[in-house]
């Protein structure tokens, strides 16, 4: 049996934030020691917080940089705790040393130790925001799991937060790091396929595209699974296997479909590809001005118009990316990058022509942030604006009508219906 | 139930898109009459968790339509209502809380005010509430924050928070007092949202009398916010609350969050601001004073700034490179230049980087040398470096130090040509691939494959005429195939190589440009590879096999059958087999065509690895011929491996029009498998046939 911690979760903010703020800021040594070996006391420590499905991957990962250490886990359901515990003192013997690990099922545990510098949270979305403005009082660097945000609000609580503690924050929407959806991007941005005109996004999802309200049964509760904090700030329901599914359950859950947690396959993909579009339009941080929700007749598709006249179609068939421009059309997914015509693509971009960011490693782009205090490729602000994206198609969809957005103010422009939509309230005594 | 609507005598028409569970969008005009819409609110009010969302889906529907045509809303908020005071179960009142958080107005406060009491059903109460934007539901809830305690009041407090309720100070004000250590710093939290002069001096008196360090911590957490919110219309104040944060009794976390404050608001100032805290021994006010050069406004004096810099141990210098770099003025790349020479390497890394962005055509001489003398990390952020340095003469300086320096960084400006790529170098690459050291020879080659055009190509195949070395002579085909094939017209790309072919004499030259043919693929070359592959000389035999085996379709496939099966000499006979078998996969045969053609190929193969090559190539078409030929491998120890792989990926292609013969050898992998995904697989599969 690994370390577990016994205390209590119902503990005040306050002692924990008091607690935490000793945390040091990292300098950590800057070169490398002899064969790539950093030392214990130089490495960045990680703590993961919510070790399901994707999280326990990360966990993982984490335990087989050189530059981090996994000092603390944390889930709600004790089973997933402990196989992500199990994994790390597997690791930890496998490579002759003793896993100093600790499980806790309270997240705010984890953002009460000192040692800890950076978070990963791997949460269903309702959590992301709360645990990200909590984790940067306490001097933690985050990463978090994409999509980033559950609403628009949520994303500029979390940008202010960040921004106002000095903290680096990575967004978990890792194809920026990838060399193909960068080269597509810098291609476009260079005007390789001419001027932008057309883009359309496909994300076809195993998930319900649009979220819907949750209708299932009441089951019993696991003994292993504290249900409350499972869903803490998001509406009280009695739980269902389907949204938080028992260990033995090897795929993917389905809180992803169910509104009060998550945007649907929308946010899902989503999150992925709206942000390479954004990218590729040169939109970071920013967004378009019209959403046109399908109306089955002259408007079959969810419909985005930016202010420069581009269009973006939502597709929920296929997957990918496909910009269209008046001298060609490149297409990008994770398995290919196609261009019309096929030359665009073998096209390098030249020393005076624009450069994104480059990374090729999206944990190491943000361990390397962290060391360098600069802002990673998927920034807090590129990921709140690429699943607003994903959020006002919801919106537009949900409203059943066309929506004009002012995406430097981040609100619907005289539309005080609309604008209930940025936010909503969260289960007490949870707050943003 | 529907007290209002009993007086609604019209019927109302109301053109309905109901969008399906799946989210894409279905037209359907539906008439709603008075009758449909009491039907639709009765069929909510027996909704419990674990029975169809139908009825809720359609009452959404409903409430969407009513406001999207601004009808029937009254009425419909009543009727919800009117649900909420009845014994409907919690799942419908939450359900009709959430809708009322989108078009509730102020006939809706008195009744959420009644669930807001309820412990049982405060947080739905305040889901409706908290998005209702009318001064009705301030009042109530600043009411009811003070007739409630712990969970309720809290989520009360917040959401007064949430509307930044400024009349609500009395209630902040009270609530801090709580004896709820939770409670108060809810207040405390959101006086901190207010921003506001009033709350500013709330919390700054309350930070002087706070009841504990928890306390304090979440005041000053609550006056970072004030401050950043009075910001764009007090800056003064905002400056002055920066100011009482950073000062050195602060926690840290708090001082660096000042600091930013401080930044940002100091104007001219900032960078003396900045001067100051890099003296400061804590590192974390060194690093975040570092980070915030980034902040700086346009103008500011930043070489000051990195002048006045104490010595910084690396991981900071690293960060000062790192903000430097972002800010992107070039007037400041002597400091990178000046990091060049730290003896840190992540220092010297970081160096390089920031030249990228600040550098120019003096720094083509030290990068490349750092491309060139040292190794790992270093190297290739140098040739990085190099190969994105921009500025008008960079190019030209690159060319410049090709001709005067040393092999070493010669050959790493060389390659730079062709990554940047340099077009105008074409010349000066002619040149150098005649070098005396080999690699700079070879790194001409490859960058002459980039940027030389069509119109070199005569230099380019001298060069490979003369080439010495096998690598040299690969690198000049390479570079020969590649320029050929930037002739748009695809029939003309060999023409150059077949107007020099007939003069040459030595069958090793005239080998090594036979090969070039085969990559182009142009169709005029195929009947010199034809007549070259019945040559009486060995070594151009054998170029001509493996050009007729790189062409790029199936032409070649009836030359090289008859040297596979006829040829006396080994090494033809398994180069040309190897060559027939590629080109199967490329050639326009249809599925039968192919089979025979691998069937063939399967006779006369004696090595196993080109038998391999064959059933993998079988494994691409789904025919019985095909499945049954790797059947008969299952057998066979040393393919058996392959055949099964091979038949599993056939199996779901031809599990409709064979089952039988596809069970047959499913069982016969389950059976004999030593690869238990396999196993499980094929079982699978069986299951399914069965």
């Known amino acids: ?432 | 139930m529907f007290r209002n609507l009993k007086s609604i005598f019209k019927v109302i028409f109301i053109s309905c898109i109901f969008l399906s569970l799946t989210g894409s969008a279905t037209a359907e005009e539906i008439e709603v009459t008075l009758n449909a819409i009491q039907k639709t609110i009765a069929a909510v009010e027996k909704y419990d968790y674990g029975q169809s969302r139908e009825d809720l889906v359609n009452f959404s529907e409903l409430v969407r339509m009513a406001s999207n045509q601004n009808k029937l809303l009254p009425e419909i908020e009543d009727a919800m209502l009117n649900l909420l005071e009845s014994d409907a179960t919690f799942a419908t009142k939450q359900f009709i809380c959430k809708e009322l958080s989108l078009i509730g107005t102020q006939a809706s406060v008195k009744t959420l005010n009644k669930l807001l009491m309820d412990e049982k059903t405060a947080d739905i109460a305040l889901y409706a509430l908290e998005r209702i934007p009318d001064p009705e539901v301030d009042k109530v809830l600043r009411k009811a924050a003070g007739k409630t305690k712990g969970r309720v009041k809290i989520g009360i407090i917040n959401t007064l928070g949430q509307r930044k309720d400024f009349a609500s100070m009395k209630v902040f004000k009270k609530a801090i007092k709580d004896n709820d250590p939770i409670v108060s710093e809810a207040a405390i939290a959101a006086v901190g949202k207010l921003g506001t002069i009033e709350a500013a001096d709330l919390l700054t008196k309350q930070l002087a009398k706070a009841s504990s360090e928890d306390q304090k911590i979440s005041i000053m957490d609550a006056l970072l916010n004030t401050a950043n919110e009075m910001r764009s219309e007090d800056e003064q104040l905002a400056n002055s609350l920066y100011q009482g944060l950073y000062e050195k009794d602060k926690p840290l976390n708090v001082r660096t969050a000042a600091l930013r404050g401080l930044i940002v608001t100091l104007g001219d100032d900032a960078s003396l601001m900045i001067k100051q805290a890099v003296q400061e021994e804590d590192l974390a006010i060194k690093s975040t004073a570092i980070a915030l050069i980034r902040e700086l406004p346009e103008g500011a004096d930043v070489a000051d700034v990195i002048a006045a810099m104490p010595v910084l141990e690396p991981g900071l210098e690293v960060q000062l490179l790192a903000a430097i770099m972002d800010r992107g003025e070039k007037k400041h790349a002597d400091a990178a230049r000046k990091s060049l020479n730290s003896n840190d390497e992540a220092v010297r890394i970081a160096a390089l980087k920031a030249l990228i962005v600040l550098g120019d055509a003096k720094d083509v001489t030290t990068i490349a040398d750092k491309a060139a003398n040292t190794t790992g990390p270093e190297k290739e952020t140098a040739r990085e470096a190099l190969y994105r340095l921009s500025g008008p003469k960079v190019d030209d300086t690159i060319l410049a130090e090709i001709v005067i320096t040393d092999v070493k960084v010669k050959r790493e400006l060389i390659r730079s040509v062709g990554h940047r790529p340099i077009p105008t170098a074409t010349k000066t690459m002619l040149s150098t691939a005649k070098d005396d050291d080999r690699n700079v020879r070879t790194e001409s080659l490859k960058s002459l494959g980039v940027i030389a055009q069509p119109e070199s190509l005569p230099s380019l195949i001298d060069l490979l005429v003369s080439a010495e070395t096998s690598a040299e002579i690969k690198e000049a085909q390479k570079t020969v195939s590649l320029v050929s094939q930037k002739i748009e017209d695809k029939s003309a790309q060999s023409d150059a190589i077949l107007m020099v072919l007939p003069g040459l004499e030595d069958p090793k030259v005239y080998g090594s440009l036979l090969e070039v043919l085969g990559g182009i693929g142009s169709p005029k070359s195929l009947p010199v590879l034809q007549k070259s592959i019945k040559s009486k000389k060995a070594e151009i035999r054998l170029s001509a096999i493996r050009a007729s085996s790189d062409w790029p379709n199936g032409d070649p496939m009836t030359d090289l059958l008859p040297v596979a099966q006829k040829s006396k000499d080994e090494t033809e006979r398994i180069l040309a087999l190897r060559g027939y078998i590629g080109l199967v996969k490329k050639s326009e045969l249809d599925d039968a065509g192919k089979v025979a053609a691998y069937k063939s190929a399967f006779d006369l193969a004696e090595q196993i690895n080109e038998k391999r090559q064959i059933l993998s190539g079988l494994s691409e078409i789904e025919t019985i011929a095909s499945l049954e030929m790797m059947g008969e491998q299952l057998d066979n120890p040393d393919l058996k491996a392959e055949a099964e792989v091979g038949i599993m990926s056939l199996r779901r292609g031809l599990a409709e029009s064979h089952p039988q013969k596809l069970k047959i050898l499913l069982k016969k992998i389950v059976e004999t498998t030593e690869d238990e995904r396999i196993r499980s697989r094929a079982k699978d599969t069986l299951d399914q046939l069965n």
Request: proline residues 6%; hydrophobic residues 35%; aromatic residues 10%.
């Open chain 1, 1 to 432: 049996m690994r370390k577990i911690s016994n205390k209590t979760s119902r503990r005040s903010f306050l002692k924990l934030t008091a607690a935490a703020l000793t945390a040091p800021y990292i300098i950590p040594a800057s070169a490398l020691g002899k064969n790539g070996f950093i030392a214990p006391s130089d490495r960045i420590n990680i703590g993961v917080i919510g070790v399901g499905k994707q999280g326990s991957g990360h966990v993982w990962g984490f335990l087989r940089m050189p530059e981090t250490q996994v000092l603390a886990i944390c889930d709600v359901d004790a089973k997933k705790l402990q196989r992500s515990m199990d994994a790390a003192a597997e690791y930890a013997e496998s490579n002759g040393f003793k896993s100093n690990c600790v499980g806790y099922n309270d997240y705010r545990e984890i953002l009460a130790r000192p040692d800890i510098d950076a978070v990963c949270i791997g949460t269903p979305d309702h959590w992301h925001a709360i645990m990200t403005i909590q984790a940067v009082k306490t001097g933690k660097d985050i990463y978090s799991e994409k999509p980033m945000t559950l609403t628009i609000a949520e994303g500029q609580r979390m940008v202010e937060a960040v921004r106002k503690y000095n903290r680096v924050f990575q967004t978990g929407s890792q194809q920026r790091s990838s060399y193909g959806f960068r080269h597509a991007c810098e291609l476009i941005r260079n005007g390789y396929i001419g001027e932008i005109q057309k883009v359309h996004v496909h994300i076809q999802t195993g998930f319900i595209p649009h979220p819907v309200l949750c209708e299932l049964g009441v089951e019993p509760k696991p003994e292993e699974l504290d249900w409350d904090l499972w869903l803490g700030p998001a509406p009280w329901r009695p739980y269902n296997s389907i949204i938080a599914p028992p260990i033995e359950w090897g795929g993917w859950p389905e809180w992803r479909n169910y509104r009060d947690y998550s945007g649907g396959g929308m946010t899902d993909w989503g999150a992925h590809h709206f942000d390479i579009a954004q990218w590729g339009l040169g939109m970071d941080e920013s967004g378009p001005s019209e959403i046109i929700p399908p109306n089955g007749k002259d408007m079959e598709k969810l419909t985005y118009i930016y202010e420069n006249g581009v269009t973006m179609t939502m597709d929920i068939e296929g997957n990918g990316i496909d910009f269209i421009g008046t001298e060609g059309r490149i297409f990008i997914n994770r398995s290919e990058l196609k261009s019309w015509p096929e030359h665009i693509v073998d096209e390098q971009i030249k020393p005076h022509e624009i450069h994104l960011y480059e990374s090729n490693n999206h944990k190491l782009d943000w361990i390397n942030s962290i060391k360098n205090r600069t802002k990673p490729i998927c920034d807090v602000a590129i990921g709140a604006s690429s699943c607003n994206v994903c959020h006002l198609g919801n919106i537009a969809i949900q409203m059943g009508r066309k929506l004009n957005w002012n995406p430097d103010m981040q609100q619907f422009i005289g539309d005080m219906e609309a604008n209930r939509h940025i936010s909503r309230a969260i289960r007490s005594p949870w707050r943003l």
